[in-house]
Structures are given as C-alpha cells and as structure tokens.
C-alpha cells in the first residue's frame, strides 16, 4: 500500500478580527510545535496587533497602533465585515493582509525555505457564499494557498490540543479531553460580535438570535461617551473630534486601551482598579493630552447603560441573556464551554458563564490568541489528514477488505447453511403439509411454490433470529482482521489503533442493521437459496407420494401414475413431474402421515445445511464478497470521517 506523509509546509493561522489581529505558526506540518508569532506592527503588545491599516502618499501602507497615530493618511479601522462585494471592505482587508505578509518577511520571520499555506477564521454564522467571497479577496491579497475555517472550530481544536486549557477543576490533572460524541459550546467574544457556536463531532451549528450584535467595541463606545460626558477636558477634545472623524477613531481606540488595563488589574482582592490610557490628538501641541481614567463604579454605569443597539439593554444584561438562550438552545448541558476572544478577560464574562454553566466552562491563559492558534492546528489537522484519507482509500481500492471477507466466506456459509436450515421443516413444511392435506394446496408443485415464497421472505426479514446471528456472528469475526489491516494507518498519523475499529455488531440492539443487513447477504441469493430449501422439503414429501403410487392402488390409476411407470426408461422423470402437479383427492392424502415427515427431517435438514453451504461457495460468493466488502467500505470511510477529528 502506498505511504502518504504530509509535505514540507508551513502553516500560518491569521486570526483577522474586527479590533485586532493574532497569528500563530506550525513551522513545519510534519511536526508538533504551535507557535505564536510576534508582530512588528504589535509594538509594545508583541503578538497583537491593532486591526488597522493606513495608505499614507509618502510612506505608503503602515499598520497596526502606527497607522492610528500617523498624520496625513487615510485610516482604515474596524473592516472585517462580510459584505466583500463593497470595497470599503475589500479594499483596507486586502491592504492589511499583503502588510502583515510584508511585514514578517523583511525581519526574517516569514523564510522562502518552504511554501506557506495561510488558514483564516470566519464567524460560525458566515454562509458559504461569503466564505467563498472572503476568499476571493484573501487571494487578491497574493495569498496563493490559503483556506478559511469556522473560528468555533479553531476555538474548539485549541482547546483540545494546546495543552493550556485543563479539565474542569475535579480533573485538572490533564488537558481537556474532548471526544467526537461531546457537545460543547464554543463563545468567541470578539470586538464586532459574539460568536456562540453548538459543536458536536463535526456539525457546528451558530446559536440564533444570540450575540450577532454583541461585540466589546460597543464598551470602547460606551466608553468615550462617558468620558466626553464626564471629562473636564470636554470642550477641548470636541474641538478635535467634531469634524475629524480620524481623530474620532483614536479617541475610540484610547478609550478601548483604557477598557484593558482596567480589566487586566481588575481582580477580587484588588482594593481599588482604575483603568488608564492617554489621548494626544495629532497636530495639537505639547499640552494638548488628556489623560482617561475609569474606575469600577464608572466602569459599572457604562456596562449597564442601556444601548439601542441592544435593544435598550446593557451590556452585561445582553451578554448574559445570550449565554442563557445559549445554555437552552443545548440539548441536555454542554460537556465544555470553551470561551475565547481577548474580551473573555472582562471578569464578569468568566463569572456569567460558570453562573450558568457551571465548572464546564474553560478558557486558556491567552483567549486573544485562541483563535490563531486554533487555525494552525486546523491548517496542520487538515494537511495530515489529507494523507490519512489518501492511505484508507489505497486501503479500501486495493482489494484488502474483499481478500478479508472472502476468507471468511466458508465461515459465513456453514453458518447460514445451518441458519437456514434448521428448524426449515418445523418452520415451513409440516405448515404446508397440513394445508396440502386438507386441501387447501392443490398440488405439490404448489407447495413448492409457497413454501420458496416463505423461505425467500423469511432470508430477507429483519426478525429472522436464526440468520440474524449467523451474521452477526460472522460480521463480528471479520473485525479483528479489519482491525490489524487498518491499525498501521492510524500510527502513521499518531492516533489511536482502535480509531478505525468498527463497533461491535449485536441483534439485541440492532446495531447489526445500518451496517451489513440480511438484505445485502440475500440481495441476489435469496430466491435462489429458498427454491433449494422448497425443493429438498417438497421431495420428501414427493418421495412419500411416489413410493405409495409406485405399489398401484386406485388412486395410483386414477391420475394416471401406473401408466406412466409401465412405460419404464426415461419416463421416471415424467412420473416425477406427475406426482408434483397431480391433484390428488384429499381422502387419498390421508394415508400419508406427518410422523413420516417428523422422522426424516433431520438427516434433510443435515443435508440441506451442506447443500446451501456449498452452494453459497460457489454460485454466490462473488456476489456476497462484493455486496459485503461495498458495506464494510462505506462503513470503514464514515470511521474514517470520526477518526479524523483525533489527528492532531
């Protein structure tokens, strides 16, 4: 079989948000380590960067907290937004892109020793179409590589794999450990929104009418009007927003600054926590600064103060009711909230969720750069798992499973031989004996005929217990060697052997059913099978009638069985036939007994078992091999689908 290992790649998880930007780095796809990337336009906050892009006539493109504090440009700020169509998005997204590329290549941290592929995040909620826009503009930008993942699903893969996020309190011992039957909720807290994703294996479904308008640069708003409100500085720093919407925007920005160093000292025991940052308008002079401080009773008043955005609620107020439209919106509790977004370290954010969810609720010791981190590994996990579906498809199209099933073939048909055969005569015909002798089946031939019928329907039914254990039985028996052909597969990409082990097969629980039911088995042989089955049974039966008919009698001459054994030679065939389509009186039928049929039944259905072994052997078993080894493939491909979500 052919070995599929994941090529010298880089990959690069860009977390572009409304308010800032994070990237984070696999170097190498063919190994573990996940780092994040300083940024040069970060300045003093390193990994961060402010999301903002600046095209100055004489310096060109600037970013980050330089393009906010650089005179005579034209300012970008707050553009991640889905509507790609309008260039006023387009433009700043694919000018910011080509500068952070540009940025890390000219000091040397973006090498040419191998290709890069970039993996961005979008909202849960983006729909295809956008997605397709987004990258479309992304490759615009001179990204040749480059894909977009669910930010629930970088949220997610961090969580699981970072090794920063432990378990819940009572196991804290080890990093969190998600399985693909785990439900958790996923609340990234971002500038622009709250995205509040359901993510069960690998369906993610956004929450409705929870968070879309929630984002924290509403705080940074509420913020600025409480210092315009309040500040003795007023008049002055009106004087220089009024009609310089520039300047507006990095009164925005101080006052956001200022939102996280309040935050960031905000803790329980702290006594007193006053946030602060300065404002110094552009081309103002050496006086013109106006210091911003914020202290817990101002910083309650804005979280409380009602928004029209909002609906005419606070900003707590609206964040808790989506948590708990969230919390409704899971069937049964959420194995783990996994909160991300550098607005998770608001403190009320953690303490709102554990109010609701209680210790399920888990967040890394660097929400803000969750995101980014989570779209490496995401790059990474996509890469090689690549390679891991391209070494199952060798696996399944190189005949592996059919040489499987049929070596075990003789094993499946002795099993439905006996299956079948047992209990055939109790089963079908001392019934049809009955029926004969009281006349309600005219001929032999017609008792054939029924009793195929019955035998066929009773192959394909998925009550029959007999044959539903035979092939549970033998399915089961196939498992192990599935098992030893699939393992090497999972080491090659460091999971677990029994990644790939298909689940045991029961008739109790009917799981035997969606995977090889008795109709797949029987599809071509059912008819075929019954028609031996109705054959042997009847000829016992004909057996009977012809030696009473052999000795004469009149009800040998009445339907004519003397003339034609008079005949002698070849006519013993046409003596056959009469004696299967002869209508014989009923009052003649009584001297046949079913003791007779009683006593033979056994050493019949020994020898039928055999037959139908053997005829599955032959005459079936390039039709059971493929129509087996066709389910177990389809089975073995879904396995795969699980198994992928364990690559990490």
Known sequence: ???????????????????????????????????KQELPSAAGRTYVS???VAEHPAKGIILGVFAINQEDARLYVAFKDPSFDEEKVARPTRLFVQGVREDLKRVGRLPDDRPTRWVFGTPSGWSPEIRGRYLEVLREAGLADVEVVAESRAALLFARDSGEVRDRPARAKGRLQLTAADTVLVADLGSSTLD??????????????????????????????????????????????????????????ACRMAKEDFFTKDHPAAQQVVGTYTYEPLGGDENAFYPIRIGRTAMAEVLDTAQP???????????RDDLLLAAAAVKGKPSHVVLTGGASRMTFVLDYAREIFGDRVVMGSEPELAIARGLALAGRISERAKGFRADIADFLREGMVETVVRNH??????????AVATGAFEAHAIPAFRRWKRGEIRTLAEMEAQIAQAV???????????????IVEWQNALHPDLNDLTAPICRRWRIRDEAMELAPV???????????GLAVVFADQAAAIAGVVASVVVGVIAAA?????????????????????????????????????????????????????????????????????QKLRTDGADAIVAQVAHQLALQLEEQAKEAELLIS
């Open 506 to 516: 029961s008739v109790r629980d009917q799981t035997w059913s969606p995977q090889v």
């Open 409 to 418: 073939l003789g094993s499946l048909a002795s099993r439905l031989g006996d």
């Open 50 to 52: 402010v999301t903002a």
């Open 456 to 470: 066929s329907a009773s192959l394909t039914a998925t009550d029959n217990p007999r044959v539903q254990a035979a």
């Open 1 to 35: 079989m052919t070995t599929h290992r994941s090529k010298d790649l880089r990959i690069v998880g860009f977390d572009l948000g409304h308010a800032d930007t994070a990237l984070a780095v696999v170097p190498d796809v063919r190994e573990d380590e996940v780092i």
């Open 545 to 613: 009638v012809f030696s009473a008919m052999a000795v004469g009698g009149p009800i040998a001459w009445v339907i004519g069985f003397g003339a034609v054994i008079t005949a002698g030679g070849s006519a013993a065939e046409k003596a056959d036939e009469l004696v299967r389509t002869a209508n014989i009186p009923v009052a003649g039928r009584e001297m046949f007994r079913e003791a007779s049929l009683r006593k033979k039944a056994p050493a019949k259905e020994r020898e039928l078992a055999a037959n139908l072994a």
């Open 196 to 253: 509040i994703t359901v993510v069960t294996g690998r369906r993610a479904n956004p929450v409705k009418d929870a968070g879309s308008a929630l984002g924290a640069s509403l705080i940074d708003i509420a913020i600025m009007n409480w210092f315009l409100r309040e500040s003795p500085y007023r008049a002055d720093v009106e004087r220089h927003i009024e009609w310089n919407d520039f300047e507006r925007k990095r009164l925005q920005f």
């Open 309 to 319: 955005a909002l609906g005419g609620r606070g900003w707590r107020e609206a964040f």
